[in-house]
């Protein structure tokens, strides 16, 4: 059974940094890859970045890029996602999520539909 539990969300002024952490257990060989998504009151779930559970071959949006940078504890099966210089438009539920074969939203390249119970992040002066 595949569990991910976020933490690490919070308020922060524009331009400030925080790390977003998701534990993460009970993958098998269906859910080879993990991402963080965010999510707006009235929008949709958006991909934020990916990676394979070995920590490799990540990949980032095209609004986060430079920004934002997802990593992986392989032995500790946790994955980071580090956001520097936040800005009001990443303000936003985060969810860590892990890949569901033909079940889930699609993003990077794969269906993501086990999911976290989110973590809320928030960017205001």
């Known amino acids: 059974q595949v569990q991910l539990v976020e933490s690490g969300g919070g308020s922060v002024m524009p331009g400030g940094s925080l790390r977003l952490s998701c534990q993460y257990s009970?993958?098998?060989?269906?859910?080879?890859?993990l991402a963080w998504f965010r999510e707006t009151p009235g929008n949709g779930r958006e991909g934020v970045a990916r990676l394979h559970k070995t920590g490799g071959d990540t990949l980032s949006a095209d609004s986060v890029r430079g920004r934002f940078w997802v990593s992986l504890n392989y032995r500790n099966k946790v994955m980071y996602l580090q956001m520097d210089r936040l800005q009001p438009e990443d303000t936003a539920r985060y969810y860590c999520a892990a890949e569901k074969k033909n079940d889930g939203i699609w993003a990077f390249g794969h269906q993501f539909g086990y999911w976290g119970q989110g973590t809320q992040v928030t960017v205001s002066s």
């Open positions: 009970g993958l098998d060989d269906n859910s080879n890859w």
